[in-house]
């Protein structure tokens, strides 16, 4: 599985080459085009069970897509619902990744997908939701975000402060805690930041340059009110 | 070229900010760290002995084992998450060790311990709040009926009441008539700060059924007078169906049937749109049904009422009885007032804790007034 992207920037397409016989999943719906000799199903991710798990707790999708070219090599694009970078990256089968629930792209058929709880302070006030999905295995991971995607690269007990809900993916060797964005609770939300996600190293975090929520709410504002 | 299979994630300066994934080994002094080579097999090994080491717990969950140490190219840590790796570390480590290493298992302990406190407390308050909304629910709708004046539940009655009787044949007078006046005017005289002007009306029909709606008005059937064996049963049931009235119950019936929201909405002072609620969502005071703990309450104020009122109260006790005994007729009083053995013996024993009144008869006699029922028409149900 050879994987490129297509016109990086807001509107980016994955670009997947798979060899015969190979196969990746991806979120339901991310397949744009494919070569006629790919194979398209859906699947459980996890079992009934993980899958309805996922479903109800993370909000993501019941079944994943699979890609299979079975009947001889072809390429797969893909592309996310929401504008916003592209990014690969290679597990090596000990990195472990935490994306939150809108992240996930698409995977090598190697990789794990799991449904994990947050503790109760990071679920309430971490933007990402109470569970969020851990991935690990070994093989390409392609995430994809809102806006564009920045890589802050820790050392061990490097320090760095991320608004909450710009997140979209970490390593499981970082930790963060929410605290509040100034010292006092009424400059924290006058501020505009309110919580945010001190995140320590070592390890890498993936944040996305636009929060969806905000967003939201700014085009909330243009959209006519039926009667 | 044997293959790389990593087990852990050495960071340093000279290492991505990733982790490089390396090979962990632990033998009797120390530990064996084994990089992978640029071919893809073994590359770099680095031997660190024990003493060099510091350990804590780190990661995001505080899972993994965090192991610290110095060498020529600056600070090196080791991220193992491996329990096979972390088992054999913990059994070959050194005393000076092993203090640290307790220490890190019993933070991993603490966070997870206080997770699971967090989410219990959390999974607890839930439950707190649904019980609370769930056996708290009477108390909230006997809050919300305290708060409807009693001039909206008359015309709440009123309006039913009106409409029921343009569809029935009443009885305008003649002896059932003046004889039921006389019993609700025994009763009512005795009920302490009446906010209700009670309304009795004697609708001609066979079936075996008297109700009361919300505000004060009491329809008897003829039916009912006729299976009566005297004034006294008929003053029971008359009593029961008072005490409904003067408990409110149609109208809790009402809040309850129409929901949490309605209650929250009459608490906090909109009690003017329970009529327009009411019609909105089709509910029908006729059909109202009283609960079984509503019941017990109507009997057991019923008989009290009796009793102020100098009027047997054995008679309602004998009353039930009977109907329950035998399944003839139309006995609708029945259906909405199911009779148990529990019921009645229930009235009995309360009525064995008053204390004895020696009851004073009606003016009428009930023979009479059967007799002129019965020469009367039966209307068609």
């Known amino acids: 599985m050879k994987s490129e992207i297509l016109y990086p920037g807001a509107f980016p397409m994955v670009r997947v080459d798979l060899a015969a016989g190979e196969q990746i999943k991806a979120e339901s719906g991310a397949m744009v085009a494919c070569s006629p000799t790919i194979d398209i199903e859906s699947k459980m991710e996890g079992g009934f069970l993980g899958a309805l798990s996922r479903k109800f707790l993370t909000g993501e999708k019941f079944f994943f897509q699979t890609l299979r070219a079975s009947r001889g090599p072809g390429e797969v694009l893909l592309a996310p619902t929401v504008p916003g970078e592209i990014v690969i990256l290679e597990l090596d089968g000990v990195n472990e990744y935490m994306v939150q629930k809108d992240g996930f792209l698409a995977g090598a058929d190697a990789i794990v997908i799991e449904s994990k709880m947050q503790s109760l302070s990071r679920g309430l006030l971490g933007g990402e939701g109470f569970f969020i999905l851990k991935i690990s295995g070994k093989g390409t991971l392609v995430l994809n975000s809102f806006g564009a995607i920045h890589k802050i690269e820790l050392k061990p007990d490097q320090e760095y402060v991320v608004d909450n809900s710009h997140l979209v993916a970490w390593s499981a060797t970082t930790s963060y805690n929410i605290e509040k964005a100034t010292s006092g609770w009424v400059a924290s939300f006058t501020s505009g930041e309110g919580f945010v996600c001190r995140f320590r190293g070592p390890g890498l975090v993936y944040i996305q340059s636009r929060n969806p929520g905000s967003f939201g709410a700014w085009i909330r504002q243009f959209i006519p009110v039926s009667e | ?381």
């Open chain 2, 1 to 381: 070229m044997t293959h790389f299979f990593p087990n852990a994630l050495c960071f340093g300066d000279e290492f991505p900010a990733s982790g490089s994934p390396c090979f962990v080994q632990v033998d009797g002094d120390g530990l064996t760290i084994t990089f992978e080579s640029s071919e893809g097999g073994d590359g770099a090994r680095e031997a660190v002995a024990f003493s060099a080491l510091t350990v804590s717990a780190g990661g995001l969950d505080h899972d993994h084992l965090v192991v610290k140490w110095v060498n020529a190219q600056g600070e090196r840590t080791l991220y193992l998450k491996n329990p096979d790796v972390i088992r054999a570390f913990r059994q070959a480590a050194p005393d000076h060790l092993n203090a640290p290493l307790e220490q890190a298992a019993e933070r991993v302990r603490q966070v997870r311990h206080r997770h699971r406190v967090m989410w219990a407390a959390v999974g607890g308050s839930v439950m707190a709040v649904v019980l609370c909304l769930w056996f708290g629910a009477d108390l909230l709708v006997k809050l919300a009926v305290s708060r409807i004046p009693v001039e909206w539940e008359q015309k709440l009655g009123e309006s039913a009441y009106r409409d029921f009787l343009t569809r029935q044949e009443v009885m305008k007078d003649g002896p059932a008539v003046t004889a039921l006046g006389e019993m609700t005017q025994r009763l009512t005289e005795q009920i302490p700060n009446n906010p209700y002007k009670f309304e009795v009306t004697v609708v001609k029909s066979d079936v075996v059924n008297a109700f009361a709606l919300p505000g004060g008005y009491v329809v008897v059937f003829t039916g009912l007078m006729k299976k009566a064996e005297s004034g006294e049963e008929v003053a029971g049931v008359l009593s029961h169906e008072l005490n409904h009235v003067l408990q409110r119950h149609g109208l809790e019936r009402i809040v309850k049937n129409l929901g949490l929201l309605t209650v929250v909405a009459i608490v906090l002072g909109d009690q003017q749109g329970l009529v327009g609620i009411m019609k909105q969502l089709g509910v029908e005071l006729l059909t109202l049904k009283f609960g079984r703990e509503q019941e017990t309450e109507a009997d057991l104020t019923g008989l009290q009422l009796l009793q102020r009122a100098k009027i047997d109260p054995s008679g309602m006790i004998r009353f039930f009885e009977r109907l329950s005994e035998k399944d003839e007729g139309r006995m609708e009083w029945l259906s909405t007032h199911p009779m148990s053995t529990a019921r009645a013996d229930r009235l009995k024993t309360e009525l064995a804790a008053l204390p004895k009144k020696s009851p004073e008869p009606f003016t009428f006699d009930w023979k009479h007034v059967q007799a002129s029922l019965g020469s009367q028409p039966v209307a068609a149900p």
